[in-house]
């Protein structure tokens, strides 16, 4: 499966973004897919994960109550809304997409396909 990430750029804290997550093969509504994100000398981290039904969701901590994943079936794409964003938020995001097992959705090595990455950047 070919990931494509969009939907990053430059907001002020606060804003909002929707990153979204393409992919050409209809085999990604089979998938799981997850948003993790990377910022400048961390190592990438678990943001949300959603089913391949879309009705099982899971976030971080950080990120509950701000963020909404979401899937849209008949655009074939995973979305990000991101709402209060805040300047801890700064990072690459990359969606995933695979089938671990609900308890290890936060485990980045049990996602098989990645797309590029986009870049959030909240300014203060």
């Known amino acids: 499966v070919q990931l494509q990430a969009c939907g990053g750029g430059l907001v002020q804290a606060g804003g909002s973004l929707r990153l979204s997550c393409a992919a050409s093969?209809?085999?990604?509504?089979?998938?799981?897919v997850a948003w993790f994100r990377q910022a400048p000398g961390r190592e990438r981290e678990f943001v949300a994960a959603?089913?391949?039904?879309?009705?099982?969701?899971r976030y971080t901590n950080s990120v509950k109550g701000r963020f909404t994943i979401s899937r849209d079936k008949a655009k074939n794409t995973v979305n990000l809304q991101m709402s209060s964003l805040k300047p801890e938020d700064t990072a690459i995001y990359y969606c995933?997409?695979?089938?671990?097992?609900?308890?290890?959705?936060?485990?980045?090595?049990?996602?098989?396909?990645w797309g590029q990455g986009t870049l959030v950047t909240v300014s203060s």
């Open positions: 959603v089913s391949d039904n879309g009705g099982t969701t």
């Open positions: 093969e209809r085999t990604f509504s089979t998938y799981r």
């Open positions: 995933g997409a695979g089938r671990p097992p609900f308890s290890a959705w936060h485990e980045r090595e049990l996602w098989n396909y």
